[in-house]
């Protein structure tokens, strides 16, 4: 059995990050002395890595040519306000039971949010586990169940899981409202703006056991960039940090792994298998900030429409995109191109307590990791 | 906790002012409270009160009713005790209010009102009044409990204002773990953990420190909002600032791995029998010493301390260096998505 302190303990140790910062320091030297203007913009696409490196200061470890740009890789930051307002429709709805995972429930769309929602007496219920849902269904015959699913390829098989339950068990009021999004086509969007200042990523663990390393080859091929695959302890966001500066400080751009104890080049096929006998790719999703891109995310395969909440409930659903408040620059964050503090309105007219943009909502968000951890350094 | 037989679970009549609610409180709770200004039964408990007094509320309503390490009548005494404790009141009389959901087991019933008896005695406290009501199925989450307790105080001053630089920070055990357990039972998570609740009544713990004259300057005890919240409440009462060496503050190993699980902190977690001290640095050995005698307070530790910078905040240390904020928890407890 898995015993809980298995999960962070040996990656945590003090002696160890700090050995690893002055390595990183070493070889952010070797990039100085050759060109005291170069600088190594590391992406932590995953808002789980953005998370690690404000929780534990790891930023502040580091010397002053390394900088983090945190990217588009939470799934509730880049949800699209129309996105949330099919899921407010819906839980709107008298026979509906919509049911979501964490602090989706917070994040605002265009008509206040599902928490909101759920105030106003409607059934919208957060779960921990998607399979959650198959009871939820079978303890309410009379209601429609619409499973508002997010995520990256990390989160999809648990969706598909949930599917396969659904059709085996026969269970015929469970509907799907599938937003899976795909990480590549989203480093690609990023890479893809003129102003663009990335030149090295930090890549998601997590999506790598289900997809496999190889899935950013791309990167390092087109981009000329280092991409190194990371666990989310502080020792492996060091440990990846310091494979990139290597790679900097060589000139080289490699694909490399560092999260050897759970990533595999190909991933997990079965759970790849899986994915694709429910799933398929859909033309284009509009991403909060980032807006269209071709190929980014996933729909329910044409022979699964009767679970499809998208097409059960068209005809009160709407489509029409609706853009951010005009002050919320959560777009320019999400691809890098300011930092949450750069937001005229970050921690004003912006906070947890009240966000405006989907950064500031979600735990794995930049501007609320930057509002709950940051600005000590100056003076502690 | 609901019933199939009814002679076995609380019906409506229970509260109807009867026969049947007659013999509940006298069968049940006159049995478990069982003392003179109770039994007297009286419009109103005639009590006697001599100088500076604390009197405090608390409303009770968790799910699940029974969890590792206590229960919602547990809960009930020792969080209106532990309340009056914090302000170094010595806990006497309670008031105990139950709203019973009809069809609510009576042996469940029992079971609390037995607990609340047992932790009663831990502070020597009394429940000299209380009052009934059933109501209907669906009206209510099982039962809920409410309780109001005075006590007489021992030694005045001690406040959230009074919080001073160069004060130590103490917390009387290991954090979270009433959080942590509540969370396991209500999510039916399968990890096999054998954490239970830190459910416990404080008297004993704070009277120690009382009777050695160790001169306290604020005690809170870390219920909802954790100890986060109440070193926030006292950095802006006081207008100082606090610092917390991450090394030092006490966490199980479960309540560790279930906060890695789903992205919370365990400093976030709700406490039941946890309590928080700040105190001239130069006391906080003795301190430290008399809550480690006790049983709940063996793994009390100095975690921190008062600063005259950044006022208002309180900082974490990290062991490699760096320092973050600890900000108030916000919101529901919501897992992480990735």
Redesign the interface.
């Known amino acids: 059995m898995l015993e809980l302190k298995q999960l962070y303990q040996g990656f945590r140790e003090p002696e160890t990050i700090a050995r690893l910062a002055e390595q990183i320091k070493q070889q952010a030297e070797l990039v100085k002395q050759r060109d005291p203007a170069e600088k190594i913009n590391i992406m932590e696409v995953c808002g789980g890595h953005t998370h690690t490196i404000m929780k534990y200061g790891l930023n502040q470890l580091l010397p002053d040519n390394i900088e983090f740009i945190h990217g588009p890789g939470c799934p509730v930051c880049i949800m699209p306000k129309e996105r949330i307002d099919h899921a407010i429709t819906l839980a709107s709805q008298p026979d509906i039971i919509l049911v979501t995972l964490g602090d989706m429930i917070r994040v605002p769309g265009s008509k206040g949010s599902l928490a909101q929602c759920r105030a106003n007496g409607h059934d919208v219920r957060p779960i921990y586990d998607p399979l959650d849902t198959l009871q939820i269904a079978k303890d309410n015959p009379d209601k429609k169940v619409v499973f508002f699913a997010i995520g990256f390829e990390t989160s999809t098989p648990m969706t598909v899981v949930l599917l396969e339950q659904a059709e085996k068990l026969a269970i015929t009021n469970l509907y799907f409202h599938i937003n899976h999004v795909l990480v590549p086509p989203a480093i690609s969007a990023v890479m893809a703006d003129p102003a663009v200042r990335v030149n090295a990523f930090i890549g998601p663990s997590h999506v790598s056991v289900i997809q496999g390393s190889e899935i950013y080859r791309f990167a390092v091929d087109n981009y000329n960039t280092p991409v190194v695959v990371s666990g989310f302890e502080p020792v492996d966001v060091m440990e990846s940090i310091l494979r990139i500066t290597t790679q900097r400080a060589k000139g080289e751009a490699e694909l490399d792994n560092q999260y050897t104890r759970a990533v595999t080049p190909e991933g997990n096929t079965k759970a790849q298998e899986l994915v694709n006998t429910y799933l398929c790719v859909r033309e284009d999703f509009r991403w909060r900030g980032l807006g269209p891109i071709p190929e980014s995310a996933l729909r329910l395969r044409d022979e699964y429409q009767h679970r499809d909440a998208e097409i059960k409930f068209a005809d009160i659903l709407q489509h029409e995109p609706i853009e951010d408040h005009k002050a919320c620059q959560c777009g320019d964050i999400l691809r890098g191109l300011c930092k949450p503090k750069d937001c005229k309105v970050f921690a004003r007219g912006c906070t947890p307590d009240s966000p405006m943009g989907s950064c500031m909502v979600s735990s794995e968000g930049a501007c609320n990791a930057y509002y709950r951890y940051s600005g000590v350094t100056e003076n502690a | 906790m609901m019933s199939n037989n009814p002679k076995k679970q609380v019906q409506l009549s229970h509260g109807g002012g009867g026969k049947e609610m007659n013999a509940l409180i006298h069968k049940l709770f006159f049995k478990a409270f069982d003392n003179e200004i109770l039994s007297s039964e009286e419009d109103a408990a005639a009590l006697n009160l001599n100088g500076p007094t604390a009197f405090t509320t608390d409303s009770f309503t968790v799910a699940p009713l029974f969890f590792s390490g206590g229960n919602i009548g547990k809960l009930a005494v020792a969080g209106t005790v532990n309340d009056l404790a914090m302000m170094a009141a010595k806990p006497e009389y309670l008031s105990c209010s139950f709203i019973i959901e009809e069809g609510f087991a009576i042996d469940d019933l029992k079971t609390i009102v037995e607990s609340m008896a047992s932790e009663l005695a831990k502070s020597g406290a009394k429940v000299v009044c209380g009052d009934t009501k059933v109501v209907p199925r669906g009206c209510a989450d099982g039962i809920f409990i409410n309780t109001s307790g005075v006590g007489e105080i021992q030694k005045q001053g001690i406040s959230v204002k009074n919080i001073q630089p160069g004060d130590a920070i103490i917390v009387s055990r290991d954090i979270g773990r009433h959080g942590a357990t509540i969370l396991m039972a209500r999510?039916g998570l399968t990890?096999?953990?054998e954490l239970t609740s830190d459910c416990a009544t404080l008297w004993p713990m704070v009277e120690s420190l009382l009777n050695a004259d160790i001169p306290v300057h604020a005690m809170r005890d870390a219920t909802r909002g954790g100890l986060a919240a109440v070193l926030n409440e006292w950095a802006n009462a006081s207008d100082v600032g606090i610092t917390v060496q991450e090394?030092q503050l006490p966490i199980a190993?479960?309540v560790?791995?279930?906060c890695?699980?789903?992205?919370f902190e365990a400093f976030d977690l709700a406490n039941e029998g946890t309590f928080i001290i700040a105190l001239p640095k130069e006391h906080a050995e003795q301190a430290l010493n008399l809550i480690q005698a006790h049983e709940d307070g063996k793994n009390a530790a100095i975690v921190g301390e008062v600063t005259e910078?950044?006022n208002g905040k309180v900082?974490l240390?990290?062991?490699?260096?760096?320092?973050?904020?600890i900000?108030l928890p916000?919101?529901e407890l919501?897992?992480?998505?990735?």
């Not at chain 2, 240390?317 to 904020?325: A, D, L």
């Not at chain 2, 919501?334 to 990735?338: A, D, E, S, T, V």
Request: proline share 6%.
């Open positions: 999510e990890l096999d953990s090394s190993d479960e560790k791995g279930l890695e699980l789903y992205g910078a950044h900082i240390k990290t062991p490699w260096g760096s320092s973050r904020y900000d916000q919101g919501l897992p992480r998505i990735c």
